[in-house]
């Protein structure tokens, strides 16, 4: 029952984010454009998770949690279930002990860690600094 209630938290979330995302997309058109460049320039694969999809996910919200934490130990500060080259993966953010934020994706049917990075101070900066980590095999419950 807490995971629908969580699931359910962090669908309206996104619904609510979206929605003020796009609006502010049509009132603001050139000051959103380097932006929407960007997202189109970072991999242009992310697309939305269906209803179907959601229901299809064999690793809860939690378990996805405690993947992500072992590999990054740290404070989750962001998530989003998504769809990354066709592969629906947790996506968490995670603010470590020296404030250095890492990006774990887990893999929402198997519960694999996809790739796990930091995340980069400068976002208007172009070269790829991030740090990719070690490979772990994924933690079974």
């Known amino acids: ?6 699931l359910a938290i962090i669908f309206s979330a996104m619904l609510v984010f979206g929605l003020t995302t796009n ?46 934490l072992e590999r990054v130990a740290g404070i989750i500060v962001e998530e989003e279930l998504e769809k990354e080259n066709g592969r629906i993966v947790y996506s968490i953010e995670i603010r ?10 887990v893999d929402a049917h198997t519960g694999a860690i996809v790739n796990a990075e930091e995340e980069d101070d400068d976002e208007d ?17």
């Open 23 to 68: 609006t502010n997309a049509q009132t603001k058109p050139d000051e959103n454009k380097k932006s929407t460049d960007k997202q189109k320039d970072d991999d242009g694969e992310d697309e939305e998770v269906s209803a179907a999809e959601r229901k299809q996910v064999k690793i809860s919200a939690e378990q996805a949690r405690r993947t992500a």
């Open 125 to 141: 900066d172009d070269a790829e600094k991030s740090k990719e980590l070690k490979e772990k095999p994924p933690v079974k419950d």
């Open 1 to 6: 029952m807490k995971i629908k209630a969580l």
């Open 96 to 105: 470590d002990a020296n404030q250095k934020v890492f990006d774990v994706e």
